[in-house]
């Protein structure tokens, strides 16, 4: 146990619905344990310019239901820099913070990581991106609002490509992992779905295409952003090979961000925010909390920043055996 009179908060990489409540929890908690906190603007930016926020248990009140992050996250090529960097921990110390709570991504966890090696200000992290790519935990803060804004804008996108019988590429979000995809994909049942983690996507889709040709139907092929090829060239490909279809691209784009946080990301959101304090309080640092097989677990930063978690195969398999076109390689 070590004794902690302010933490400091911030937000930073890409938003994600729940940050938030993560937010609002570490500010409670800390509160309930007598630790003053406070919020960084623009994430590590706000520390470089010691852009200070003083949070209380009324300033995030009514701030659980929100998307976003009232904190704000901004790219921070300063902090980078060893000289950056140090103005981030003077800043630091001169506001009396003793220790940090950073809610992000990998890029936010090796952030917080290159600092603790030049300073003995201890961090832990809370992990909160829409992707789910996380090494150390199940699922994070985020990710299930995302998955719940694409089912709802695909079937719309559904209704009007069975009205015309057209075929749907929709974009949607994942640079370097399938997750986004694949289980979006499978809860609304796509008739295709096209991950990073996989080789290949032009002939399997020219495959299920030829297939779909026969039975005259409309359909919808999920595509995460970081196949190989991208989504328009692998629409305007397929157009080409196949004239007799009806070929629409729709990317989701930024509204997969955005929106209110679901229950379930509300809660853990506020379960991570919680255990955070509670672990800093114990004298841990250079973790990020975590949930994996049902329970909280504190996880490296570097099992996070090295790791890169992909998507499940079995998940192909259950979307094959229910009628959605994923074949393996």
């Known amino acids: 146990m070590i004794k902690i009179k302010k933490i400091g908060v911030l937000t930073s990489g890409g938003d994600a619905p729940g940050m938030n409540a993560a937010v609002r929890a570490v500010t409670r908690t800390a509160i309930l344990n007598d630790i003053y906190v406070t919020g960084i603007a623009a994430g590590y930016q706000g520390l470089v310019n010691g852009d200070f926020i003083p949070l209380t248990a009324q300033s995030v009140r009514g701030i659980i239901q929100t998307g976003g992050t009232i904190l704000r996250s901004a790219r921070c090529p300063d ?6 960097r140090q103005k981030a921990i003077n800043n630091a110390k001169m506001e009396n913070i003793d220790a940090l709570v950073v809610i992000g991504g990998d890029g936010t966890f090796r952030g917080a ?13 809370i992990p909160a991106t829409i992707d789910n790519d996380i090494c150390g935990t199940e699922y994070t803060v985020g990710y299930d609002t995302c998955l719940n804004t694409i ?11 069975s009205s015309h019988n057209r075929i749907f590429f929709v974009e949607v979000m994942g640079r370097d992992s399938g997750f986004v995809a694949m289980n979006s994909g499978l809860a609304c049942g796509a008739d295709l779905i096209l991950i990073p983690e996989q080789k290949k996507q032009a002939e399997k889709t020219r495959h299920f295409l030829a297939e779909r040709a026969r039975q005259n139907k409309s359909s919808v092929i999920i595509v995460a952003e970081g196949i190989k090829e991208n ?28 929106g209110s946080p679901s229950a379930r990301d509300r809660i853990l959101a506020s379960e991570f925010g919680v255990e955070a304090v509670n672990a800093l309080i114990k004298g841990e640092k250079g973790i990020m909390i975590g949930r994996l097989h049902g329970k909280i677990r504190h996880e490296p930063f570097t099992t996070a920043i090295k790791m890169h978690k992909h998507a499940d195969a079995d998940f192909l398999t259950v979307a094959e055996s229910i ?7």
């Not at 990581?113 to 992290?125: A, F, R, S, T, Y």
């Not at 089912?151 to 490509?161: C, E, H």
């Open 79 to 84: 902090f980078k820099t060893a000289d950056g």
């Open 113 to 125: 990581n290159e600092l603790m090696n030049e300073c003995d200000i201890p961090v832990v992290g």
């Open 231 to 258: 989504t328009m060239e692998m629409a305007e490909k397929m157009k080409t090979e196949f004239p007799q279809f009806d070929i629409r691209v729709s990317v989701l784009g930024y509204i997969q961000r955005g």
């Open 151 to 161: 089912v709802s804008a695909v079937d719309k996108i559904r209704d009007t490509g």
């Open 323 to 329: 009628g959605t076109y994923t074949p393996t390689d």
